[in-house]
């Protein structure tokens, strides 16, 4: 069983950046997918950018060219580098784990995750 802790939300202006991070503790994270999501009021969670076990990527639309997700398999740490930053980016962000075992595509569905962080806020400012 993984806990997950993310930090680095905070308030910025548009235009500003924010980096994500999401530290991992019980297992290591070599072996699963990870992912992050957010979700807005009254919204599902949707995914942002999610890693593999092989460090392959896949973003959503609204994240591609802007962000750009990460691991550091020694630390336990996974990050998202948000460049760019829209109105439309604020909400709870959430960095989710599901073990893998093998190079797979993260699955971009949340269902699909058994691992979960408390969240971190980020509001971005016109």
């Known amino acids: 069983q993984v806990q997950l802790v993310e930090s680095g939300g905070g308030s910025v202006q548009a235009g500003g950046s924010l980096r994500l991070s999401c530290a991992a503790s019980?297992?290591?994270?070599?072996?699963?997918?990870m992912t992050w999501f957010r979700q807005f009021p009254g919204k599902e969670r949707e995914r942002v950018a999610g890693?593999?076990?092989?460090?392959?990527?896949n973003y959503a639309d609204s994240a591609k060219d802007r962000f750009t997700i990460s691991k550091d398999n020694h630390k336990n740490q996974l990050y998202l580098q948000m460049n760019s930053l829209k109105p439309m980016d604020t909400g709870m962000y959430y960095c989710?784990?599901?073990?893998?075992?093998?190079?797979?595509?993260?699955?971009?569905?949340?269902?699909?995750?058994?691992?979960w962080g408390q969240g971190t806020q980020v509001t971005i400012s016109s």
């Open positions: 989710a784990a599901q073990w893998c075992g093998v190079p797979t595509t993260p699955p971009s569905r949340a269902g699909n995750y058994a691992y």
């Open positions: 890693i593999g076990t092989d460090g392959t990527s």
């Open positions: 019980g297992d290591t994270i070599s072996a699963y997918c």
